[in-house]
């Protein structure tokens, strides 16, 4: 089936740094969703982003639809320690059709 | 807020027992989902269901049976549990994208399910 990359799998950061993660695709997608799962929990929905190109925010995240549609990426700004957890992609091919997910990236913050 | 209500959190069984996880949505979605979850394998797809009665195979349908007589409820079956099965399960719900133009999956907290 589909797969998503995400990239890096793990990090470990300090306390009040920005984070960078990445989702790729080689296929297009038309919708990206960024999800946080917290040890024991299910993801909880942090961003929807529909068109190429698109930049939304949420808070201290932000993630932006790639302009090839092929990936996306979240940044997280000012790391605090409750931003531990993995965090999720999950990319839709057309409108209606399934979601697929890709393996998390693990966010440890240290104090 | 779309909140997504899953039986139990944490289930330890035997194998060849018969399991059954259940998971309500109280927003009016039409459309539910089982996923598995494992380690670096990310959230695989069961079943989902688009309707009252309907169901469809996802990723990984063997070992597993699904059941949707209300709207609301989605439930999994492990007719006989093995101890392959041992993983965390997730339900999710989305509304059809012509009711609301957007269909973001909600996620329920997930089942623990230890097989034995």
């Known amino acids: 089936g589909q797969q998503l990359n995400q990239s890096p799998q793990s990090m470990f950061i300090q306390e009040g740094e920005d984070v960078s993660m990445n989702c790729t695709s080689s296929?297009?997608?038309?919708?990206w969703l960024w999800y946080k799962q917290d040890p024991g929990e299910g993801p909880v929905l942090l961003i929807a982003?529909?068109?190429?190109?698109e930049l939304t925010s949420n808070g201290r995240l932000t993630a932006q639809f790639g302009i090839t549609r092929k990936d996306s990426f979240l940044n997280i700004s000012a790391s605090i320690p409750s931003d531990v957890g993995i965090y999720f992609c999950?990319?839709?091919f057309g409108y209606g059709q399934n979601f697929v997910f890709g393996p998390g990236t693990r966010l440890s913050v240290l104090p | 807020d779309v909140k997504v209500t899953q039986s139990s959190r944490y289930l330890v069984k035997r194998t060849g027992e018969k399991v059954f996880l259940e998971c309500v949505q109280d927003?009016?979605?039409?459309?539910m989902f089982w996923y598995r979850q494992d380690p670096g394998l990310g959230l695989r797809l069961i079943y989902f269901?688009?309707?009252?009665?309907?169901?469809e195979k996802g990723d990984i349908p063997e070992g597993y049976s699904v059941s949707r007589e209300k709207k609301e409820r989605f439930s999994l079956i492990l007719e006989s549990a093995s101890t392959n099965q041992t993983s965390m399960y997730l339900c999710?719900?989305?509304?059809?994208?012509?009711?609301?133009?957007?269909?973001?999956?909600?996620f329920g907290p997930g089942t623990r399910l230890t097989v034995l």
């Open positions: 927003m009016d979605h039409e459309n």
């Open positions: 999950a990319g839709q």
């Open positions: 296929s297009i997608f038309n919708t």
């Open positions: 982003l529909y068109k190429a190109g």
């Open positions: 269901s688009y309707d009252v009665k309907m169901k």
């Open positions: 999710a719900s989305s509304p059809a994208p012509q009711a609301s133009g957007s269909n973001e999956q909600f």
